[in-house]
């Protein structure tokens, strides 16, 4: 592991947080070339007038940021390992470098890029709801005939108040109005009562931050994974459609209409 000098560590908290790991590990991957174990001051102010006059180069088109769930995070809604990976592969078929060198009338910075984000519960902890792109890891409950053992350990673990149990209920009821669908009451159920019903992703489109900020809003439905990367496929074919200056995917559907982005997705 590269080691950080506090002095550089500040510099890079200066960084702005949507491109802050890519940095880190641009940085690192530059010091490990040159044979180095630790990072210090004078290299990151070596890197940053280098990258700040060079930044289309670092450029890819594209980036895929995850949450810390494959690290072993126990509230994932979803394990899928190789989610990130597949995102890549799917956008790296697109050319979006080369389409927004047409489309941005400046040499590109990171901020142009095409934002993928993967959340694997709805804890969101990668911020999928500011991106261009966001996959929130999803399980819904259903209640089964299963003899419920109203030990309440589902009302307990919910942590939105979906789930009853009140006194003569015989089994418990989920107010899907207020469920996430994380699946954490699936877990805890330790007779069967409650199970998976579906799993998969909710996917989120159009959030950005910037001068006009807008949370994304949701397609319908939870999609497994291989659905998921379809979506994912479409909309940026949608986006290179009607992408006229290479701005936020979150601007071109504010002027298609999220209701035409869905019919040309299938959801």
């Known amino acids: 592991m590269m080691n950080w000098t506090p002095d550089a560590e500040e510099i890079l908290a200066k960084v702005p947080f949507f491109v802050r790991k890519r940095v880190k590990r641009r940085v690192e991957e530059e010091a490990s ?17 280098r990258f700040m006059t060079s930044m289309e180069e670092e450029v890819k088109g594209f980036t895929v940021e995850t949450c810390f769930g494959p690290s ?48 694997d519960c709805p804890n969101c902890c990668s911020r999928p709801q500011i991106c261009d792109i966001g996959l929130v890891g999803a399980t819904r409950p259903k209640i089964t005939r299963e003899l419920c053992a109203r030990c309440g350990t589902c009302v307990e673990v919910c942590p939105d108040g979906a789930v009853r149990l009140d006194d003569g209920m015989e089994a418990p009821e989920i107010d899907f109005g207020r469920c996430l669908a994380c699946g954490k009451c699936v877990r805890a159920c330790p007779t069967g009562t409650i199970v998976e019903a579906e799993s998969g992703y909710r996917v989120l489109v159009g959030g950005k931050l910037g001068r006009h900020p807008h949370l994304a809003d949701e397609l319908p439905g939870i999609h497994p994974l291989s659905e998921s990367l379809k979506i994912v496929d479409r909309c940026v074919d949608f986006y290179k459609a009607h992408c006229q200056r290479g701005e936020r995917f979150g601007e071109v559907i504010q002027v298609t209409g999220l209701d035409t982005l869905k019919k040309a997705v299938g959801v």
């Open 72 to 119: 072993g995070c126990p509230n994932r809604a979803v394990k899928e390992d190789e989610v990130a990976s597949a995102l890549a592969r799917v956008l790296a078929g697109k050319d979006l470098k080369g389409f927004l060198k047409k489309k941005v009338a400046q040499p590109l910075k990171l901020h142009h890029e095409f934002r993928v984000t993967v959340a």
């Open 33 to 49: 070339a040159r044979g180095l174990q630790r990072i210090t001051k004078p290299l990151m102010l070596e890197l940053q007038r």
